[in-house]
Structures are given as structure tokens and as C-alpha cells.
């Protein structure tokens, strides 16, 4: 049964409705066409109670505005009444394209002030909402996630300040240490990853994959990624390999010890198509070493699966890559802002991730479990027989 014809059993927690900030403007358009699709075509006999008032609607965003004064200071406003919603906000803290005057100059978003305009908000709600969940694919300040000297613990202290303000639900995509959670033990906490959705992206594209352990394998390129490669590997039937970095001590560049080399540790990759599985692309650097060393190895294609996409240091030197044939494709998700260069390089495999997004609204909202949704192995088997059978999955 596709989810689309799902049977409603329970009744929403509240009328429900989406905030997209500016940030997160176009995935939230999207998402919300998918929710208003579903409830206009969905049948109940309890539709008509009173329980389900403004369930069918055309559109689920409430609109929000966080501007800004001459100062730099800002503040938030919610544009019709929210009282006795089931809120769910949106945000993206790395989309860098967004500016705003400081003192007659243009300066550009940080995740900081993301973050300070999503509190904005939430304090305009100012109570009356039923229920406030914050939808943030890309963790704020996850990078910054424990504490393993005497330095700040961003990541915990802005999940403790959320909850504090109301926040029941937070919802985010490949959390970098997902134990982060432990701060807010009390409230609801998933971070869901996006396997399911780079595998069908995947095969819509490439149409000559052999999907076995004899010609393909998945790829952790650090130690700290192994989990997800593990999980990755397990549900496909492959088998895995990992990287280490071998880092210089000695030396601090940039903040950190540099990368002499990238140790590998896993059965030959001669002939075989291999999948680097990682959770975001920074800079690219550490990425694309291990790309060249799997070509090194005579590996037959590299497909890197990244939920984060930042190219912090722009595309230049995978331009580079792939025009030597050390990279085949690269699968990033819309979870974060892609700029127009990105999204029209020849190598480049936008995963859209709306649907999966309304589907974890449309559930929440009704209280309904996400142990089917977060658990997609039933779904990977499903679009895999597709493939192996020579169809396409259309969803």
C-alpha cells in the first residue's frame, strides 16, 4: 500500500502548519504541496467532525517574517493566528545566500543568525500554538558536539535553549554524533538518514549497476562514519571498506593537525563500483583523496552519497576530478541551500528530499509512529526488485 492511500486512525494533534523560513523557503513549498495533495485526496468518515476542522486546505504555510533593523538587530513576526496549531518550522542554517544590512553594508547570514531567527519566531508564537516542532535538516552547531577540552558545547546547549523556549519535536537529517541527544532526554529527538532516497536517485541515473558484493562496495572514508557505511552496506547485501586519516601531530594548519595520508583498510576494489558514504562534503578535501586513491586501486566508478553538500571551498577542484576520471557522480540531498553552478554540473545527482520530509509532518501530526519511515530497508528492497526487473520507480 503506498502512503499516499494510507488509513487515517487517529486524529490530528491541531490544525496543522508549516513555517519554511526565508532560509528554507523552496524546500518548504515543496513540501507543503505534498501535504495539501495528499489530505484533498485522502477519504475518512471522521473528516466532517470537528476534530478535523481546516484539515483540507490550499496551502499549510502560515506566513513569517524575520527583517531586520539598520542595526543589524532583528526581530520576528507570525502573520495570522497560530493559536491551537501543530507548528512545523523550517529552517536551514547554512544557506549563506540570504543577506541583510549592517549599518549600510550587506552582510551574509552565519548559522548564528539562523539560529536567532528561528528563536524569533518560536517567541512570536508566543504560547498559543499547540504544539511547536522545529524542522532542521542540518544540525546547528553539530560539528561542536562534545566537549574534549576546555571549550564551549554549542550543539547541547542550543537543543537545551530550543526546549526550554517549547520545542516538543526536533527533527534533523544525519546528525554528526547523533548521542547529542542525550542533552534533551525528555523531548523528542530524531535525526533521519537519507539512504533510501540516494539509492533511488541513484538508479534513476545510472542504468548499469550491478548491486552484489562481486561488483560493488560501500566505502566509510573515516572512522567516524563507519555506522552509517555499516548500516549502508547491510541493507544492500555489500560489502565495506574503510579509510583512516594518518594526521601529522606535529603541526597545526589551519586549526587542525594536516592529513598525510588516507590508510585503507577492506577487501580489493579493483573492477568494482564503490560508494563513499558520508554525512556532509566541507571543503572536499579529505573526499577527494579518497576518490583518488579508490581510482588508484582501479576501482571501475566512484559515487560519493552525501546528505550535506557545503563545497565550502567551492567546485573548482572537483571540476578537476571529474574531468580526470577520479569521480563519476556526486549525490548531494536539497536538505541544504545549492547554489545554480552546482545544480548544473554534468556529475552532479540533486536528491529531493520534500516528500520524505511531508511524510514525517503528515505522521507527527497525527501522532502516528515513524518507526516505517526512519526503518526504509522494506522500501530499498522494493526500488532494488524494480531495478533488477528493468523498471523505474516513479516516486
Known amino acids: 500500500m503506498i502512503y499516499e492511500e494510507k488509513t487515517i486512525e487517529t486524529i490530528p494533534v491541531g490544525p496543522l502548519g508549516l513555517i519554511p523560513l526565508k532560509s528554507c523557503a523552496d524546500l518548504g513549498t515543496k513540501v507543503n504541496e ?135 519535536n526536533i527533527i534533523t537529517f544525519d546528525a554528526h554524533d547523533p548521542r547529542v541527544q542525550n542533552a534533551i532526554p525528555l523531548k523528542g529527538f530524531e535525526t533521519v538518514q537519507p539512504i533510501y532516497q540516494f539509492i533511488k536517485y541513484l538508479l534513476k541515473e545510472e542504468k548499469d549497476l550491478n548491486i552484489d558484493s562481486d561488483h560493488m562496495m560501500v566505502i566509510s572514508p573515516d572512522e567516524g562514519g563507519m555506522s552509517r557505511a555499516v548500516y549502508f552496506a547491510n541493507v544492500l547485501g555489500l560489502d565495506m571498506g574503510m579509510f583512516y586519516k594518518r594526521r601529522d601531530y606535529t603541526r597545526i594548519v589551519n586549526g587542525r593537525n594536516p592529513i598525510v595520508a588516507h590508510e585503507f583498510l577492506g577487501s580489493s576494489v579493483e573492477g568494482k563500483d564503490v560508494l563513499i558514504i558520508d554525512d556532509m562534503i566541507s571543503s572536499g578535501e579529505s573526499m577527494l583523496d579518497v576518490a583518488k586513491e579508490l581510482k588508484r586501486r582501479k576501482a571501475r566508478k566512484v559515487f560519493i552519497c552525501v546528505t550535506f553538500g557545503l563545497f565550502t571551498n567551492g567546485l573548482a577542484k572537483f571540476d578537476e576530478y571529474y574531468a580526470n576520471g577520479q569521480i563519476d557522480r556526486i549525490l548531494t540531498t536539497n536538505l541544504v541551500y545549492q547554489t545554480p553552478e552546482l545544480l548544473s554540473r554534468p556529475y552532479y545527482i540533486n536528491v529531493d528530499m520534500s516528500k520524505y520530509i511531508a511524510l514525517i509532518i503528515d505522521n507527527l501530526n497525527h501522532d502516528d509512529s515513524l518507526s516505517d519511515l526512519l526503518n526504509p530497508t522494506r522500501r530499498i528492497n522494493k526500488v532494488l526488485e524494480q531495478y533488477r526487473n528493468g523498471q523505474s520507480e516513479q516516486q
Not at 471522521?46 to 531586520?68: L, M, N, W
Open 34 to 168: 505534498w501535504l495539501v495533495a495528499w489530505r484533498k485526496e485522502r477519504e475518512s468518515e471522521h473528516k466532517s467532525t470537528i476534530a478535523f476542522a481546516g484539515y483540507q486546505r490550499d496551502s499549510y504555510i502560515v506566513e513569517a517574517r524575520t527583517p531586520r533593523f539598520g542595526s543589524g538587530e532583528g526581530k520576528g513576526t507570525i502573520e495570522e493566528s497560530v493559536r491551537g496549531d501543530d507548528l512545523y518550522i523550517m529552517v536551514d542554517v547554512c544557506n549563506y545566500n540570504l543577506t541583510y544590512s549592517l549599518c549600510g553594508m550587506t552582510n551574509r547570514m552565519s548559522p548564528d543568525d539562523h539560529f536567532q531567527d528561528l528563536k524569533r519566531v518560536i517567541a512570536a508564537a508566543a504560547g498559543k500554538a499547540r504544539r511547536i516542532n522545529v524542522i532542521m535538516p542540518f544540525l546547528y552547531e553539530s560539528r561542536q558536539h562534545r566537549r574534549s577540552n576546555r571549550e564551549s558545547l554549542d550543539c547541547a546547549l542550543a537543543l537545551q535553549e530550543l526546549t526550554n523556549m517549547g520545542v516538543e
